[in-house]
């Protein structure tokens, strides 16, 4: 059946369409922190995060990650494969912010050298706890082999969102990933790379340009969202 909605998540709504296989995603404008359990509107987010997202998607199909994007259809919705989604958020991180900080008692803004990729378990009844790698094993979350490929691919994506984002004047400080199995059970990068799963820094100022300002009450989420967005037009 077609415009049938088949999920809805905390800031996005999967739907489907007339085409096997291809799934419509509408972006909304509530922000959630906590796991959900603070939630705001903000009337335009949706569109400002497909817009976002939909770039970053196009730009690493460009450079060969493969991901569930098809295309951009209107201002707050885009079409995807339907994939089996991989139920494990995995983090990226080049400076020290965040969970981290707090969970090693560093301060915030150190450099990492290396980046740190951490796996999270998807389940909001466990609040997606940290997990290892012999934690996914024992779950059989993902293959030996496949735990390989998204560690490779998400190594490989922050070596192409760092100079994507810096070239804008922004500093890639951390940011999560999802991914989900194709047809012929390829990984396929999926979910969205937006203000919402990022934490951007501005350059010079060290400003943040991300969820981090709803998360700690730091001021109005929208402009931000808007000069993310504004500074990606031109790339
Ligand atoms: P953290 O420091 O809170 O662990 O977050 C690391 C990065 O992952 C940060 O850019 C925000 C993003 N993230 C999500 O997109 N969704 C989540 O549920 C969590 C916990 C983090």
Redesign the pocket.
Known sequence: MENELIYEGKAKKLFSTSEPNVLRIEYKDAATAL?GKRKESFAGKGVLNNQISSKLFRHLQSVGINSHFIQQISENEQLVQEISMIPL?V?V?NVM?????KKLGCEEGIEIPEAIV?F?YKDDALD?PFINEDHIHFLQIVSQAELTVLKDLARKINQVLIPFFDQIGITL????LEFGRGKDGEILLADEISP????LWDKKTKEKL??DVFRRNLGDLLPVYQEVAKRLEGV
């Open positions: 796991n958020e983090v991180r912010a965040g969970s981290l900080a951490e999270y997606d400080v951390d940011f999560k919402d799963t990022c934490r991300d969820k």
